[in-house]
C-alpha cells in the first residue's frame, strides 16, 4: 500500500502518473505525431498490432490508442512509459517514424 504522501502526490499529479511506494514516477502519458507514406497504414492488421505491442512491452511502453487523419498519412497516438527516451527507443524498434512527442501532464475533463 501507497504512503499518504505518494497518494497525495499521486493525486496532485494527476490520475495519469503513477507513483510506487517510493515516490518514482512509474509511467508519463505522451502524444506522438507521425507521417506515413500514403498507403502505409493500410496493411496494419492485428499482427503487425500486436508485434508492435511486443515490442513496446520490452521497454515498459503502452500504446493506448491512436488517431489517424482523413488520409492516412498522419497518426496521433497515445503512449504511456516512463519517459520520452522508452517512446523513442520504441519507435526505433519498431521503425516508426515520430515527427514530435509531447508530454500530457494532466487531464482536464469536461465536467
Known amino acids: 500500500m501507497m504512503e499518504a504522501s505518494c497518494t497525495a502526490t499521486a493525486m496532485l499529479a494527476g490520475p495519469e502518473i503513477a507513483v510506487a511506494a517510493d515516490s518514482v ?9 507521425r507521417t506515413f507514406p500514403s ?4 496493411g496494419v492488421d492485428a499482427a503487425a498490432k500486436q508485434k508492435v ?6 521497454l515498459r511502453v503502452n500504446w493506448e490508442k491512436s488517431y489517424v487523419d482523413a488520409n492516412k498519412t498522419k497518426t496521433y497516438c497515445v503512449y504511456n512509459a516512463p519517459d520520452e527516451a522508452a517512446v523513442r527507443d520504441a ?3 519498431n521503425g516508426l517514424p515520430v ?11 469536461p465536467r
Request: charged share 25%; no cysteine; proline share 6%.
Open 25 to 33: 514516477p512509474v509511467n508519463r502519458r505522451y502524444l506522438i505525431v
Open 39 to 42: 498507403g502505409a497504414l493500410d
Open 53 to 58: 505491442n511486443d515490442n513496446n512491452a520490452t
Open 91 to 93: 519507435a526505433r524498434l
Open 99 to 109: 515527427d514530435s512527442i509531447i508530454e500530457i501532464p494532466e487531464t482536464l475533463n
